[in-house]
C-alpha cells in the first residue's frame, strides 16, 4: 500500500462513505434545527436583556449580569450536563435536544447580550437627547435611533460568537442527541475507522462556512456612510 | 404678557456639588432670550433642565402654562413643543435629512409617511435645505446638518426652540447661514433661549441678555443694558473681556 492509500484507508474509506452519508445526514439536520433554533432563541434573548439593561433598573440588572457572568463562565459541557442529569431528579423529564437547545440558547444570550449592550453604549449620548427632546419614548428612540447604529457595530462580534456557541452543539453526543458529532463517533466505533468522523468534519465547514458568508453579507447590508 | 416659558427656584445638583442654584428667568411669547457667561456657569445645565433632559433637584420649569414636573405631565407629549438644538447637531448618521426630520413626526405624532414627508420637505425649505433631503448626515457640511437638525426640531412646530451654542462647531464661514435660520424663525415670531457666544448676533437679534456665574442669574437687560451698562462687577468683566 502506498503512503496515500493508508492515508484513504484510515480517513477517507468510500465504502465507510456509502455506508454512513445517510446517519451523517441525519446528524446535520438534527445540528441545523439545534443550530438554528439557538441562534434564533440566543440573539432574542440576549437582546431583550440588553434592551432591559438600558432602563437601567438597578432592580433588573442585578440578575440580568448575574445571569450573562454565569453563562460566560461556566463551560456549556459542564451546564449541558448538570441540566440533562440533574432535571430528572427533580421530576422534570426533558429530552436532551430540548437540553442542548436550553443550555446553548443561555450561553450564546448571555454572550451577546455583553455584545448587544457594548454596542448600545458606544452610541453617543447625544443620539439619545437629540430623540427624547423630539418626544420620542426611550422605546421609539431604542428602535429607531440606537439599535440601528448599535447592531452595525455588533454584526461582526455577533458572528463569531453565534459560530462558537452552535459549534457546542457537537456537545450533544455526550448526552445522545442525534447530531453531527454523536453520528459520526458511533459510526466511528462500529467501523473502527476515522472515515465517519472526517465527514463529520466535512459537513461542519459545509454547514458554517455559509454562516460566515452570511455575517459579512449583514455588516455590508448594515453599513452606511458615516459622518 | 403672560410668560411661555417660566423657570422659578430651579435648582440643579450633581452628586454633592450644586450647579444651579436658584435660577428664576421667565421668557414671553415671540421673545429671544440670549444667555451668556462663563464656561461651567451652568448655562446648558439650565437649558436642558427646560425640557428636563436633565432631572431638576428642586423648582418649577413652566411651559406654556404645564408645569414639566408635576406628576401627571406627559414629558414626552411635552418635549415635543420645545425643540432642542444642540452643539454638536446629533443628527441621526443613518437616517437621511429627510429621515432625520420626519421620525419624530411619524414615531410621535403617528403622521403617515406622505404627510410626514411633506411636512418634513416643508421644513427642511424654511432651512434653505429642500434639496439636501435624499442626503446623508456624513455628506452634509456643518452648517447644513445644523440647519437640518432645526428644520427637525421646527417640523413638530415647537412653541418655543432652546439653542445650545449652536454655531460653536462650526467652522466661522458656516456660521452666518445658520444665525440666517436663526433671524428668519425670530422674524417669524419664534420663541427662542439661546446660549451662545456670537455676540454680535446678541447685540442685534435679542431681546435680552441673562448673564449667568457660577449658577446663579447675576445680571439681566437689554443688549444695550448689559454690553453698554452692565451694572454687576461679573458682567463687567465678562463683557470686557468679550470686547477686548
Ligand atoms: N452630567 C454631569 N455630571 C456632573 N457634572 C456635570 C454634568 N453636567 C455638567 N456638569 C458640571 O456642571 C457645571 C456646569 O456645566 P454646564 O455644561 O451647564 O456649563 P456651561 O455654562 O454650559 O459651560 P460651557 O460654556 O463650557 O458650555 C460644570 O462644572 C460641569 O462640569
Ligand atoms: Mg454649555
Given at each position: 500500500?502506498?503512503?496515500?492509500?493508508?492515508?484513504?484507508?484510515?480517513?477517507?474509506?468510500?465504502?465507510?462513505?456509502?455506508?454512513?452519508?445517510?446517519?451523517?445526514?441525519?446528524?446535520?439536520?438534527?445540528?441545523?434545527?439545534?443550530?438554528?433554533?439557538?441562534?434564533?432563541?440566543?440573539l432574542?434573548?440576549g437582546l431583550?436583556?440588553a434592551v432591559?439593561r438600558s432602563?437601567?433598573?438597578?432592580?433588573?440588572?442585578?440578575?440580568?449580569?448575574?445571569?450573562?457572568?454565569?453563562?460566560?463562565?461556566?463551560?456549556?459541557?459542564?451546564?449541558?450536563?448538570?441540566?440533562?442529569?440533574?432535571?430528572?431528579?427533580?421530576?422534570?423529564?426533558?429530552?436532551?435536544?430540548?437540553?442542548?437547545?436550553?443550555?446553548?440558547?443561555?450561553?450564546?444570550?448571555?454572550?451577546a447580550e455583553e455584545i448587544f449592550w457594548s454596542g448600545i453604549v458606544s452610541v453617543r449620548?447625544?443620539q439619545?437627547?437629540?430623540?427624547?427632546?423630539?418626544?420620542?419614548?426611550?422605546?421609539?428612540?431604542m428602535?429607531?435611533?440606537i439599535l440601528p447604529q448599535a447592531i452595525r457595530i455588533c454584526v461582526p462580534p455577533l458572528?463569531?460568537r453565534?459560530?462558537?456557541?452552535?459549534?457546542?452543539?457537537?456537545?450533544?453526543?455526550?448526552?445522545?442527541?442525534?447530531?453531527?458529532?454523536?453520528?459520526?463517533?458511533?459510526?466511528?466505533?462500529?467501523?473502527?475507522?476515522?472515515?465517519?468522523?472526517?465527514?463529520?468534519?466535512?459537513?461542519?465547514?459545509?454547514?458554517?462556512?455559509?454562516?460566515?458568508?452570511?455575517?459579512?453579507?449583514?455588516?455590508?447590508?448594515f453599513?452606511?456612510?458615516?459622518? | 404678557?403672560?410668560?411661555?416659558?417660566?423657570?422659578?427656584?430651579?435648582?440643579?445638583?450633581?452628586?454633592?456639588?450644586?450647579?444651579?442654584?436658584?435660577?428664576?428667568?421667565?421668557?414671553?411669547?415671540?421673545?429671544?432670550?440670549?444667555?451668556?457667561?462663563?464656561?461651567?456657569?451652568?448655562?446648558?445645565?439650565?437649558?436642558?433642565?427646560?425640557?428636563?433632559?436633565?432631572?431638576?433637584?428642586?423648582?418649577?420649569?413652566?411651559?406654556?402654562?404645564?408645569?414639566?414636573?408635576?406628576?401627571?405631565?406627559?414629558?414626552?407629549?411635552?418635549?415635543?413643543?420645545?425643540?432642542?438644538?444642540?452643539?454638536?447637531?446629533?443628527?441621526?448618521?443613518?437616517?437621511?435629512?429627510?429621515?432625520?426630520?420626519?421620525?419624530?413626526?411619524?414615531?410621535?405624532?403617528?403622521?403617515?409617511?406622505?404627510?410626514?414627508?411633506?411636512?418634513?420637505?416643508?421644513?427642511?425649505?424654511?432651512?434653505?435645505?429642500?434639496?439636501?433631503?435624499?442626503?446623508?448626515?456624513?455628506?452634509?457640511?456643518?452648517?447644513?446638518?445644523?440647519?437640518?437638525?432645526?428644520?427637525?426640531?421646527?417640523?413638530?412646530?415647537?412653541?418655543?426652540?432652546?439653542?445650545?451654542?449652536?454655531?460653536?462647531?462650526?467652522?466661522?464661514?458656516?456660521?452666518?447661514?445658520?444665525?440666517?435660520?436663526?433671524?428668519?424663525?425670530?422674524?417669524?415670531?419664534?420663541?427662542?433661549?439661546?446660549?451662545?457666544?456670537?455676540?454680535?448676533?446678541?447685540?442685534?437679534?435679542?431681546?435680552?441678555?441673562?448673564?449667568?456665574?457660577?449658577?446663579?442669574?447675576?445680571?439681566?437687560?437689554?443688549?444695550?443694558?448689559?454690553?453698554?451698562?452692565?451694572?454687576?462687577?461679573?458682567?463687567?468683566?465678562?463683557?470686557?473681556?468679550?470686547?477686548?
Open positions: 500500500m502506498t503512503g496515500l492509500e493508508r492515508f484513504q484507508d484510515a480517513f477517507l474509506k468510500p465504502e465507510l462513505i456509502a455506508r454512513y452519508w445517510p446517519d451523517i445526514l441525519s446528524g446535520i439536520a438534527v445540528t441545523l434545527e439545534i443550530a438554528v433554533a439557538v441562534v434564533i432563541t440566543g432574542a434573548l431583550a436583556l432591559i432602563y437601567r433598573s438597578r432592580l433588573a440588572n442585578a440578575p440580568i449580569i448575574v445571569f450573562v457572568d454565569m453563562f460566560r463562565a461556566l463551560p456549556p459541557l459542564v451546564a449541558i450536563l448538570i441540566v440533562y442529569f440533574g432535571l430528572p431528579n427533580l421530576g422534570i423529564n426533558i429530552s436532551g435536544f430540548a437540553v442542548l437547545w436550553l443550555v446553548l440558547s443561555l450561553v450564546l444570550a448571555a454572550f449620548k447625544g439619545w437627547e437629540a430623540a427624547r427632546s423630539t418626544g420620542l419614548t426611550h422605546w421609539q428612540t428602535t429607531s435611533v458572528t463569531n453565534t459560530i462558537a456557541v452552535t459549534k457546542n452543539t457537537a456537545l450533544g453526543t455526550v448526552i445522545g442527541v442525534g447530531e453531527i458529532m454523536n453520528q459520526g463517533t458511533s459510526a466511528m466505533s462500529l467501523s473502527g475507522n476515522a472515515t465517519p468522523l472526517m465527514m463529520a468534519a466535512v459537513a461542519y465547514v459545509v454547514i458554517f462556512v455559509p454562516v460566515v458568508a452570511l455575517g459579512s453579507w449583514i455588516e455590508r447590508r453599513a452606511w456612510k458615516r459622518a | 404678557m403672560s410668560a411661555l416659558l417660566d423657570v422659578r427656584g430651579l435648582r440643579k445638583s450633581f452628586g454633592t456639588t450644586e450647579i444651579l442654584r436658584g435660577i428664576d428667568f421667565s421668557v414671553a411669547a415671540r421673545e429671544l432670550v440670549f444667555i451668556i457667561g462663563p464656561s461651567g456657569s451652568g448655562k446648558s445645565t439650565m437649558l436642558r433642565c427646560c425640557n428636563r433632559l436633565e432631572e431638576p433637584t428642586a423648582g418649577q420649569v413652566v411651559v406654556d402654562g404645564v408645569d414639566l414636573m408635576a406628576p401627571g405631565t406627559d414629558i414626552n407629549a411635552m418635549r415635543r413643543q420645545i425643540g432642542m438644538v444642540f452643539q454638536a447637531f446629533n443628527l441621526y448618521p443613518h437616517m437621511t435629512a429627510l429621515g432625520n426630520v420626519t421620525l419624530a413626526l411619524r414615531k410621535v405624532l403617528g403622521k403617515s409617511r406622505e404627510e410626514a414627508e411633506a411636512i418634513g420637505l416643508a421644513a427642511l425649505d424654511r432651512v434653505g435645505l429642500k434639496e439636501k433631503a435624499p442626503s446623508y448626515p456624513s455628506e452634509l457640511s456643518g452648517g447644513q446638518q445644523q440647519r437640518v437638525a432645526i428644520a427637525r426640531a421646527l417640523a413638530l412646530e415647537p412653541k418655543i426652540m432652546l439653542f445650545d451654542e449652536p454655531t460653536s462647531a462650526l467652522d466661522p464661514e458656516l456660521v452666518g447661514a445658520v444665525l440666517g435660520v436663526m433671524r428668519d424663525l425670530k422674524a417669524a415670531g419664534m420663541t427662542m433661549v439661546v446660549v451662545s457666544h456670537e455676540m454680535r448676533f446678541a447685540r442685534d437679534a435679542a431681546d435680552r441678555i441673562v448673564f449667568m456665574a457660577d449658577g446663579e442669574i447675576l445680571e439681566q437687560g437689554t443688549p444695550a443694558e448689559i454690553f453698554g451698562d452692565p451694572q454687576h462687577p461679573r458682567t463687567r468683566d465678562f463683557v470686557g473681556e468679550l470686547s477686548r
